[in-house]
């Protein structure tokens, strides 16, 4: 086998670092094949990819919820209302 | 022409900025003191205020600004590339084969395996884990993680607010990824 598709097969790094880029759009039409190559050999870097999109998935879900959970607590805002009023009468 | 109603600011706008502040610096007192000083700024600058865009876009804009320049304060781009650098080759050897002529590939213990897909049983009991994932992330890698996963926003804006090139983003959020995962298989996903 020649050097460059041995490599493909083996680099489970750089087939990685393509999932990451191909889900938001930002691989190359040449990283797709490689990926597209690499994946026909490499069942845990078929995994990778389907656990990724899963924790994004999962990481999206979270940061929605935290989103709802954090406000900023009355007390500070009342300071902080009242910083403006006293800025305003200079 | 939108005048500004500065009085009505904190009730209007504090959990709000204070929302954007959070998901961008995943810091609770950081994000607090940067809407305050969102606040600050704009009272100091309402004559700038063109009554072009919104009250909201407005104090929007000024806080994004206090953003990049957090970042920037405290050098996020430089340290989390040196980090990068520094930690190459510990990283490869922990997750990837060196050995010449498999080079690259996945260790035996470290290559994905397979996932029981209903295990999110209780997802409180699993955002703990995922939170203590986030926590074990080096944290030079945090600003490029959060910003990545966390929201929704593209990747040349991300750029753009943390000084990164594409290539080293790429790089910070692919290692992110690979940790993460891992902690998640392991504390999670494979945890009898």
């Known amino acids: ?17 393509i ?30 990819q ?41 | 022409m939108n005048a500004l109603e500065t009085e009505k600011w904190v009730a209007r706008y504090a959990d709000y900025l204070f929302g954007i502040a959070l998901l961008k610096t995943n810091d609770a007192p950081t994000a ?6 969102t606040f600050l ?21 000024i806080l994004n600004n206090k953003i990049i320049d957090f970042y920037r304060k ?22 990837f084969e060196t050995e010449t002529g498999k080079a690259g590939h996945w260790l035996r213990h470290t ?3 397979n996932w029981n897909a209903d295990h999110e049983v209780e997802e409180s009991e699993f955002f703990k884990i995922l ?25 040349e804006e991300i750029c753009k607010e943390l000084e990164l090139t594409a290539s080293n983003y790429w790089v910070i959020v692919h290692r992110a990824k690979v940790l993460m995962r891992a902690c998640l298989e392991k504390n999670w996903f494979l945890k009898s």
């Open chain 2, 131 to 155: 939170e203590g994932c986030i926590g074990k992330l080096p944290r030079t890698l945090v600003p490029a993680f959060v910003a990545r996963y966390l929201s929704e926003r593209d990747s």
């Open chain 2, 41 to 61: 700024s704009a009272l100091r600058a309402q004559e700038t205020f063109q009554g072009l865009s919104s009250e909201k876009t407005w104090l929007t804009t």
């Open chain 1, 50 to 90: 389907k656990q990724s999109a899963h924790i994004n998935r999962v990481l999206l879900t979270y940061s929605r919820q935290q989103e709802a959970l954090h406000k900023i607590s009355p007390t500070l805002k009342a300071i902080w209302e009242k910083q403006i009023s006293d800025f305003k009468k200079g």
């Open chain 2, 32 to 37: 607090q003191d940067l809407v305050q000083d």
């Open chain 1, 1 to 17: 086998m020649s050097y460059p598709f041995k490599k493909i097969i083996f680099d489970c790094k750089k087939a990685t670092l």
């Open chain 2, 74 to 95: 405290q050098s996020t781009a430089r340290k989390s590339i040196d980090f990068i650098i520094s930690t190459q080759s510990l990283f490869e050897r922990e997750f």
């Open chain 1, 19 to 48: 999932v990451v880029k191909l889900e938001v759009g930002q691989a190359s039409f040449a990283e797709r094949m490689q990926l597209w190559y690499h994946q026909q050999f490499c069942n845990p870097c078929r995994q990778f």
């Open chain 2, 111 to 113: 290559a994905p395996r």
